[in-house]
């Protein structure tokens, strides 16, 4: 395969920022890809894949770029949450378009936190076509301990594991039912809306004054006109959270029902799709999607 990848910098507020160009071995597509980086994250993503779907994408005849935001990888400036990188992402498809001048559209796709960006900015951009939303991060503290409630407190309950310990006194029964009591406060309400990767970079972002996460990604994918690809992993505390608030919320249910929206669940799959059978499988499933309109 000739890769023929390159290095690429662009500037932010004069701020570098770095990527890899990957250019497409056939015949080119007027659509390209943009794979924004989840945080803590950068460009290659874990156990490589963003690298190993932007050279199967490029295979293809798609042409792609992967990048680092500021405060990423080799990127300068300061660390930042994903609801302050619109800029990053606007230079980027700058940078896009201009490697590959027969551009006529793009496509975001990002995982967890990214999906999350790319939801946000996607509507501002004429440019952007679609969507591809892995395991999208739409976490409260309210939303992540109902997960956990459902989706990991129950499991073991009925799990193997958790009778051999309770019978052989391995158990905590004490921090066990700290913790379980502090996810019953936050599903009572008790507890405050988090929605950074990092309470820290949180605290000072003003997100507590506005409505939660899950409700503005929806507002924003529903001003977005585009297609919208989402991929959920089965064994993944992250898409289980997003699966309920789908369910809680009738204006994301009507947003999954659109015509040009599309849903694919990975069942066995955990949330960085660590397997090369999980990988290729999105791989697929993204190039079939950009190939279907």
Not at 260 to 267: A, F, I, K, P, Q
Request: glycine share 8%.
């Amino acid at each position: 395969m000739d890769l023929n990848e390159s290095v690429v910098n662009f500037s932010v507020r004069g701020e570098r920022l770095f990527g890899i160009y990957h250019p497409p071995q056939q015949e080119p597509s007027t659509r390209g890809v943009l794979i924004v980086v989840g945080g803590p994250q950068y460009r290659v993503g874990s156990h490589r894949q963003f690298v190993l779907l932007a050279r199967f994408l490029a295979a293809n005849g798609i042409p792609v770029l992967r990048f680092d935001y500021r405060g990423m990888g080799d990127s300068e400036g300061d660390i930042r949450t994903f609801e302050s990188i619109d800029e990053d992402i606007h230079a980027s498809i700058d940078c896009l378009f201009d490697k590959a001048p027969n551009l006529e559209e793009a496509v975001i796709w990002g995982l967890c936190d990214a999906a999350s960006a790319a939801a946000f900015y996607a509507k501002s951009d004429p440019r952007v076509s679609g969507l591809v939303l892995l395991n999208p991060w739409v976490r409260t503290e309210a939303g992540i301990a109902k997960a956990y409630l459902k989706h990991y407190y129950l499991s073991r309950l009925f799990g193997r594991e958790f009778w051999r310990k309770v019978v052989s006194g391995r158990f905590d029964f004490s921090s066990s039912t700290r913790s379980l009591w502090k996810m019953v406060s936050s599903v009572l309400g008790k507890g405050h809306a988090t929605q950074g990767r990092d309470p820290a970079v949180a605290e000072g972002s003003g997100l507590g004054s506005r409505e939660a996460l899950p409700e503005r990604m929806c507002q924003g994918l529903r001003a977005f006109p585009g297609r919208l690809l989402f991929v959920l992993s089965g064994d993944d505390l992250t898409a289980d959270e997003f699966r309920d608030a789908v369910k809680r919320s009738r204006q994301w249910q009507k947003l999954l029902r659109r015509p040009h929206v599309c849903l694919r669940e990975l069942g066995p799959a955990n949330h960085t799709f660590s397997r090369r059978e999980w990988r290729d499988t999105v791989a697929a499933w993204t190039l079939d999607w950009l190939r279907s309109w």
